[in-house]
C-alpha cells in the first residue's frame, strides 16, 4: 500500500510489507509496550473503529486501580488491572485464553478482545502480537524487553511494531528503531509487519480533545492516523480497507 503523504515524502511510509499471518485460534490481540496516552488512544480508537461490527474488550493496566475495575467507555468494555500480574492472573480464572470459534483471532465468546499490557503477555505457540513504542529510549528498551519475555513462552511468535510519534528530524527515525529492534528479536521469534506515523499537531490535538471530552471522535484524526488502524485491522483480522473504511464512517453516528 502506498500513502502518498507528507510523511512519506520525509521518509517515514506507512507500512513496509513482509508476509504475515493471523493469530491462533482463541488469542487475544496482543498490544505489548509501556502505556503512553499515545498507545492507549491508538487502542482506543481502533477498538472504537471496530465496535461497529461488534462488542470489544480491551483489558489493559492502570497502576491506580486496587482490583479489577470493568466499566463501558464510549462502546467500549474496558476492564482494568493494576499491573500486568493482576491481568493474567484475571484471565487465567475466568478461562479466556480458550475460545471456541475458528479463524484467527476475529472473536472471542465476548466479540473482539484486546490487551494492553507492557510487560509480556501468555500466547499459544506461533501466535502474534504488535509492540507499540515511540521513540524514547526508555519506551524502545521497555518493548524490546517485553517482546523477549512473551518470545520466551511463545515459540514462533511474529512480532508487528507500531511506531508512534516518530519525528522527521531526529536521527533516530524507522531505519534506526527497525535496527535496533533486528538486534534485540529473540531466537525463534518471527519479524512480521511494522507501521509508522510521524508526530502531527492534528493527531495530539485530536487525542487531547478526546480524553477531555470522554469521547473517542475519530474523524478528528488525521487520515494518516485513520489509515494507521485500516492497516492494523488488516493485519490483525484480515480486514479489508473497504470494510475498515465503513467503520470509521460510522463510527462518528454512533452513541
Partial sequence: MRNHTKREEAGIPLRCE???SMQAMGEPLAFLGRRTLSKLYLM?????????????RMDTVN????????????????????????????LSDTGKQVAPQTGGNER???GLWMLDIP???????????????????????????????????SPGLRVHRVYLDVCESSRIDVRYMETLFARNLSNGAV?????????GERDQAAILDNQHDDRLRLTRLSPSYRRLLQEIALLS???????????????????
Fill in 18 to 20: 513482509t508476509p504475515s
Fill in 44 to 56: 482506543l480508537h481502533f477498538g472504537r473503529m471496530l465496535s461497529g461490527s461488534g462488542g470489544v
Fill in 63 to 90: 497502576p491506580v486501580v486496587e482490583s479489577e475495575t470493568v466499566y463501558d467507555y464510549c462502546g467500549l468494555e474496558i476492564h482494568e488491572h493494576g499491573d500486568g500480574d493482576c491481568l493474567r492472573k484475571a
Fill in 108 to 110: 472471542t465468546a465476548d
Fill in 119 to 153: 510487560d509480556y503477555a501468555a500466547l499459544a505457540d506461533r501466535g502474534s502480537v504488535f509492540l507499540v513504542t515511540d521513540p524514547d529510549r526508555n519506551s524502545l528498551e521497555e518493548g524490546f524487553e517485553a517482546v523477549r519475555r512473551t518470545a520466551a513462552r
Fill in 191 to 199: 519479524s512480521g509487519d511494522w507501521l509508522a506515523i510521524a508526530a
Fill in 237 to 255: 483480522y484480515g480486514m479489508g480497507h473497504k470494510e475498515s473504511g465503513r467503520l470509521l464512517r460510522m463510527a462518528d453516528r454512533r452513541k
